[in-house]
């Protein structure tokens, strides 16, 4: 499975972005798909998760009620849309699958450079 991330920029504090990570190579229907984050000077950080069962979300507390994660199994793709954009949320995002049994993700993409100026 190959991941392409795209929709990263610069934007304004207060703005809004909507990331898109696309799966090529198998259908990611089954898979959970998970956004994550890694600032400058800092370990890689959890963003969201989407389950491939009942569509169940999972954010983390610091984008809780300012990103929405989503999925379009028909397309392939999950996206992150990101609202009320702080600096503190620049950094490289980064979209990961994870097969049905798997404890860990398998699968990862590489990033898109999200820059929010205040």
């Known amino acids: 499975v190959q991941l392409q991330a795209s929709g990263g920029g610069l934007v304004q504090a207060g703005g809004s972005l909507r990331l898109s990570c696309v799966a090529s190579?198998?259908?990611?229907?089954?898979?959970?798909l998970g956004w994550f984050r890694q600032a400058p000077g800092k370990e890689r950080e959890f963003v969201a998760r989407?389950?491939?069962?009942?569509?169940?979300?999972y954010y983390a507390d610091s984008v809780k009620g300012r990103f929405t994660i989503s999925r379009d199994n028909a397309k392939n793709t999950v996206f992150l849309q990101m609202n009320s954009l702080k600096p503190e949320d620049t950094a490289v995002y980064s979209c990961?699958?994870?097969?049905?049994?798997?404890?860990?993700?398998?699968?990862w993409g590489q990033g898109t450079q999200v820059t929010v100026s205040s």
């Open positions: 990961a699958a994870r097969k049905a049994r798997s404890v860990g993700y398998d699968y």
């Open positions: 190579g198998r259908t990611v229907s089954s898979f959970a």
């Open positions: 989407i389950s491939w069962s009942d569509g169940g979300t």
